[in-house]
C-alpha cells in the first residue's frame, strides 16, 4: 500500500477514462490492486463520446436512408427523410447507455472514480481539480500510474471555432445536414464523414494535399473506396491544401493553393478540418514525472506500455500509432497485468485496423511489399467480391479479400479487405496471424453459405491455387 494517509493515496492511479484507460482500471481492479481511475469529461473517452461510437452510429442511419432511397433496382421505392436532430438524440442514447455502463463495470469492479482533471505535482504525486467553480481540489498518492489521456483533433490548417471550421467532434453533434461541407483531409476520418454527409444529403468536396484517398493504404484499396465515394456525389481535389477561409455574405469561401501556387476557391456552409489527431500530453504537467515527449508529442514506451520512469505506463493515443481504440484497450490490459507482475508484453503483428467508409477497408499484419521487405517470399491470393454470391445478394459487389502468406511454410502474414462488412471479416485473419495458423488451415476451415467470409476463404484457396470460385493464377 501507499504510505500515508489512505484516503488519499492508491495503489495504481490511471488517468483518463477511455478505451485505454477504463479497461487499464478494470484489469487490475480485477488483479486486485487498490486503483482510481480520473476522467475529466466523461466516461469512454473519444471512443464512446465522440468518435467511434458516433460515427458508427451516423454511418449507420446515412447507410440506411441512402439504401432505402437507392433500391429501385429492387423494386423498393422510397424516398427518405433524414430528421437530423432525431438522428442526434438516437446516437446520444447509444452513447448514454455504453458510457453508463462503463462507470456501473468500473464501480462492480471495484475501481475507485474521481472526477476532475489530474495534473502531476511530483514522481508519486497528483492534484485532481474537480470541475465547476468552487469544486476545489485534492490530492493522491500513487505507487504506480498509466496516463491515457487520448488525443485531440489536430487545428491544421485552421483553428476550430466550432461553427465555419468543426473537426469530427462538432460533426457529430450537429442539428442540421449542411448543405455545402468542404472536408480537409482524406485520411479515415475525413472518408468516414464525407461518406457519411454525402449520404445523408450534403454537398460534399474533400481537398487532400496528397493523391488519393485513404493514402496510408494501398492503391488498388483507395482506388475503390474513391470511386464509390464520388458515385455518391463526393468531389475530391487531390494534391491541394486548404489555405484560408473567410465568410461571406452566403456563407464560407474557402481557398485551397496547390504546389505550383495556383489558387482555388469553394463555398462551402462548413468546414470539417479532419487531418489528424495529436496526443494529450501538454495539460498535466508530465515534468513533474521527469517524462520527456517525442518530436511529435507522444510518450515513448517499451514492449510492455512502460515509460522511461520505471512506476509510469502510458497507454493509447498517447503512446502512439495506430491511434485506435483496440490498441488502447489491448494496452491497457497489458499495462495493468505488468502491474500486477504478470509477464504480459505487447504484439502488434496481429493488430487490425477498420475504416467505415463504403465499402469498409480493413487490414491486418503485412502487405505483400510489406513481407518481401521482411524477407518473406510471399504468397498472395485474391478474392473479388463480385464474385461472391452473398456481396451480390447485398447488392454491393465492390472491392476484394486479399491474404498474404509466406510461400515456404504458408504462414498467414497479413491480409486486406475492400468489401462490405470489412471489419468483420478482418477477425478471422487477426485469429489466423494471432494463432500462427496456415493457409491450409483457412481454407480447410468450412464456411456458412452464402456470406461474405466464404470471400476470405476462396482468398486463401486462391493462394494455394485452389480456388473454386475464381481462377487460380
Ligand atoms: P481517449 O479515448 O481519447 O480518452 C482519453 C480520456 O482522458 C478522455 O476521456 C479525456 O477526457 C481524459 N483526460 C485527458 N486529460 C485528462 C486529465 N488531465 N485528467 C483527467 N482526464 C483526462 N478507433 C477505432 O479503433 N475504431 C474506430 O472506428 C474509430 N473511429 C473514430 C472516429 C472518430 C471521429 C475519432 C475522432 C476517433 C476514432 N477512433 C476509432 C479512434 C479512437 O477513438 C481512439 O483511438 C481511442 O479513443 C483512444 O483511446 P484512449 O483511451 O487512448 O484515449
Redesign the pocket.
Known amino acids: 500500500m501507499v504510505v500515508g494517509d489512505i484516503s488519499t493515496g492508491t495503489d495504481l492511479l490511471v ?7 477504463y479497461v487499464a482500471a478494470i484489469r487490475a481492479a480485477q488483479q486486485g490492486i487498490d486503483t482510481t481511475l ?5 466516461y469512454g ?3 464512446l463520446n ?3 461510437i458516433p ?2 452510429a451516423y454511418i449507420t442511419a446515412a447507410d440506411r436512408a441512402h439504401t432505402a432511397g437507392e433500391s429501385e433496382e429492387m423494386g423498393i421505392h422510397a424516398d427518405p427523410a433524414v430528421d437530423m436532430a432525431r438522428l442526434k438524440g438516437w446516437k446520444d442514447e447509444v452513447v448514454g447507455q455504453l458510457t453508463g455502463g462503463v462507470e456501473k463495470l468500473c464501480k462492480a469492479n471495484g475501481v475507485n472514480l474521481v472526477e ?4 502531476f505535482a511530483s514522481e508519486n504525486k497528483v492534484r485532481v481539480a474537480h470541475q465547476g467553480e468552487g469544486q476545489g481540489s485534492e490530492s493522491l498518492e500513487f505507487e504506480h500510474a498509466i496516463i ?4 485531440r483533433p489536430t487545428a491544421v490548417p485552421f483553428d476550430f471555432d466550432g461553427e465555419h471550421v468543426i473537426s ?1 467532434t462538432g460533426a ?1 453533434a450537429m442539428d442540421e445536414v449542411p448543405d455545402r461541407m468542404l472536408v480537409v483531409g482524406a485520411g479515415y ?1 475525413g472518408m ?1 464523414l464525407s461518406t457519411t454527409f454525402a449520404k445523408l444529403g450534403a454537398d460534399v468536396t474533400v481537398v487532400e494535399m496528397l493523391d488519393s484517398a485513404l493514402p496510408a493504404y494501398e492503391d488498388d484499396i483507395s482506388r475503390v473506396v474513391r470511386k464509390r465515394a464520388e458515385e455518391l456525389g463526393v468531389e475530391f481535389r487531390f494534391g491541394e491544401a486548404a489555405d484560408a477561409w473567410t465568410e461571406t455574405p452566403t456563407g464560407l469561401r474557402v481557398t485551397t493553393v496547390d504546389e505550383d501556387e495556383n489558387q482555388t476557391e469553394f463555398a462551402a456552409d462548413v468546414v470539417l478540418q479532419a487531418v489528424g ?1 495529436e496526443p ?1 500530453t501538454d ?2 504537467n508530465l515534468e513533474a514525472l521527469g517524462i520527456e515527449t517525442d518530436d511529435n508529442g507522444f510518450i515513448p514506451t517499451d514492449d510492455q506500455c512502460r515509460t522511461a520512469v520505471d512506476h509510469v505506463f502510458a ?4 503512446a502512439g500509432e495506430p ?4 490498441k ?1 484497450s489491448k494496452e491497457g490490459e497489458v499495462a495493468a497485468d505488468v502491474v500486477a507482475g504478470e509477464p504480459a508484453g505487447l504484439d502488434y503483428q496481429a493488430m487490425p485496423a ?1 475504416v ?1 467508409t463504403d465499402p469498409e477497408v480493413a487490414t491486418v499484419g503485412m502487405t505483400a511489399d510489406e513481407a518481401t521487405e521482411a524477407g518473406f517470399e510471399p504468397v498472395v491470393g485474391k478474392m473479388p467480391m463480385n464474385a461472391s454470391g452473398r456481396a451480390l445478394t447485398l447488392n454491393e459487389p465492390e472491392g476484394f479479400v486479399r491474404v498474404v502468406a509466406d510461400g515456404e511454410s504458408e504462414f498467414v502474414l497479413g491480409a486486406q479487405i475492400v468489401a462490405p462488412e470489412a471489419s468483420e471479416l478482418i477477425a478471422e485473419f487477426a485469429l489466423a496471424i494471432e494463432m500462427g495458423a496456415r493457409l491450409e488451415d483457412v481454407a480447410s476451415t468450412v464456411h456458412t453459405h452464402p456470406t461474405l467470409a466464404e470471400a476470405s476463404m476462396e482468398a486463401v484457396m486462391n493462394a494455394r491455387g485452389e480456388a473454386i470460385h475464381t481462377l487460380n493464377r
Do not use: N, Q
Open positions: 488517468v483518463g477514462a477511455g478505451p485505454g484507460g480520473v476522467e475529466k469529461d466523461a473517452g473519444t471512443c465522440e468518435g467511434c460515427s458508427k476532475g482533471r489530474a495534473e491515457a489521456t487520448g488525443s469530427s457529430l476520418i468516414e489527431r494529450v495539460t498535466m497507454i493509447g493515443d498517447v491511434m485506435l481504440a483496440h488502447a477498420a467505415f
